[in-house]
T-cell receptor, first 115, second 109 residues
Framework: DTGVSQNPRHKITKRGQNVTFRCDPISEHNRLYWYRQTLGQGPEFLTYFQNEAQLEKSRLLSDRFSAERPKGSFSTLEIQRTEQGDSAMYLC?????????????FGPGTRLTVT | QKEVEQNSGPLSVPEGAIASLNCTYSDRGSQSFFWYRQYSGKSPELIMSIYSNGDKEDGRFTAQLNKASQYVSLLIRDSQPSDSATYLCAVTNFNKFYFGSGTKLNVKP
């Protein structure tokens, strides 16, 4: 399977704990995106990498959230001191860069439940 | 005002009919426009991309873009029950990426 993969698929954690999610993009894709989606809403942009550079970060993203893509391949998203409001589906997508081509392909997502 | 607006639906059409889904956006500098399909409990799946004014057809799907009116639409011909899903409109402007909340489509057999 050469699609975007995400691990874990589900995560249940207690409030105040830290969690880390991993995303492996499609191998030839140089761009990687993180989104958060809650029930009944569309994906909400969190951050975006081109190769290893983090080019954009949502103003909605608090300091508790951090993302890395150290070698321009896989990426991790960490949430520190989780809150119940962090419960959501965390989606990763990747694309091949061109001037205007941002056709993003999504992974299956990581569902986070904070109790 | 949200960057991308969609009617939440549900939009109900009979099998074999044409389903018409609409989306408006607020950023006049937007350059790329996409339609995604999302089944319940699954992640979004890219259906169509469109970058210039006019129509773009791919099988049963036609995307329409009117930048002057800041309007994007998706037509699904010969709708099938398997088309029942939420359809998300997405708009990008360089490093800005916005999704609408989606329109739920029900295709009745």
């Amino acid at each position: 399977d050469t699609g975007v993969s995400q691990n874990p698929r589900h995560k249940i954690t207690k409030r105040g704990q830290n969690v880390t999610f991993r995303c492996d993009p499609i191998s030839e894709h140089n761009r990687l995106y993180w989104y958060r989606q809650t029930l009944g809403q569309g994906p909400e942009f969190l951050t975006y990498f081109q190769n290893e550079a983090q080019l954009e970060k949502s103003r909605l993203l608090s300091d508790r959230f951090s993302a890395e893509r150290p070698k321009g391949s896989f990426s991790t998203l960490e949430i520190q001191r989780t809150e119940q409001g962090d419960s959501a589906m965390y989606l990763c997508a990747s694309s091949f860069g061109g001037s205007f081509s941002y056709e993003q392909y999504f992974g299956p997502g990581t569902r986070l439940t904070v109790t | 005002q949200k960057e991308v607006e969609q009617n939440s639906g549900p939009l109900s059409v009979p099998e074999g009919a044409i389903a018409s889904l609409n989306c408006t956006y607020s950023d006049r500098g937007s350059q790329s426009f996409f339609w995604y399909r999302q089944y319940s409990g699954k992640s979004p799946e890219l259906i169509m991309s469109i970058y210039s004014n006019g129509d773009k057809e791919d099988g049963r799907f036609t995307a329409q873009l009117n930048k002057a009116s800041q309007y994007v639409s998706l037509l699904i011909r010969d709708s099938q029950p398997s088309d029942s899903a939420t359809y998300l409109c997405a708009v990008t402007n360089f490093n800005k990426f916005y999704f609408g909340s989606g329109t739920k489509l029900n295709v009745k057999p």
